[in-house]
T-cell receptor, first 113, second 115 residues
């Protein structure tokens, strides 16, 4: 089972560049989300989706866009990268009826210079 | 709003020592509580959960009891192993908050177990 797959695992960007972090899950989960992990701050929710065509903002959405055209995929877009977006990003998914029981990808480490 | 407070690390123990990682929470409703574990270079994995007061979650020798009176969900293990070295996150999901699928995480506690 592939579970939740994130790509790329590592990325270095210059300020102002754009990029997309990819996330795919093969468990037919309705719920998908993106978190960022920063030292001493735990995980903070960026955006989430409860199903195809439905997205909503989390705690720290500024500077990020998402879309959910299929159940399987939930890409995260950085339109104009800033050094403050240097972080480790995690995609997660779950069944809607099992709130809180998330399956995480392995993470994507992003550095913005 | 909801919040989770964990004991600050890092925590360093010898193999076979007793482990306690403290976690307290603030929530407006009746949250479910979770412990997640993150091994080096990996994503988080669900370790255990409890959905109502006095429930005890357990897995891989770890236990945590949902204490509503003290708003706590402390993680314990009687005898740690080197393979338990990881970062542990306490989290809550508040069903009454309107966004049941959102988790609020603590800041994480780094555990290192020495042979």
């Amino acid at each position: 089972n592939a579970g939740v797959t994130q790509t790329p695992k590592f990325q270095v960007l210059k300020t102002g560049q754009s990029m997309t972090l990819q996330c795919a899950q093969d468990m037919n989960h309705e719920y998908m989300s993106w978190y960022r992990q920063d030292p001493g701050m735990g995980l903070r929710l960026i955006h989430y989706s409860v199903g195809a065509g439905i997205t909503d903002q989390g705690e720290v959405p500024n500077g990020y866009n998402v879309s959910r055209s299929t159940t399987e995929d939930f890409p995260l877009r950085l339109l104009s990268a800033a050094p403050s977006q240097t972080s480790v990003y995690f995609c997660a998914s779950s069944y809607r009826r099992l709130a809180g029981e998330l399956f995480f990808g392995e993470g994507s480490r992003l550095t913005v210079l | 709003g909801d919040s989770v407070t964990q004991m600050e690390g890092p925590v360093t123990l010898s193999e076979e020592a007793f482990l306690t990682i403290n976690c307290t929470y603030t929530a407006t409703g009746y949250p479910s509580l979770f412990w997640y574990v993150q091994y080096p270079g990996e994503g988080l994995q669900l370790l255990l959960k409890a959905t109502k007061a006095d429930d005890k979650g357990s897995n891989k020798g770890f236990e945590a009891t949902y204490r509503k009176e003290t708003t706590s969900f402390h993680l314990e293990k009687g005898s740690v192993q080197v393979s338990d070295s990881a970062v542990y996150f306490c989290a809550l999901s508040d069903l009454s908050a309107g966004s049941a699928r959102q988790l609020t995480f603590g800041s994480g506690t780094q555990l290192t177990v020495l042979p």
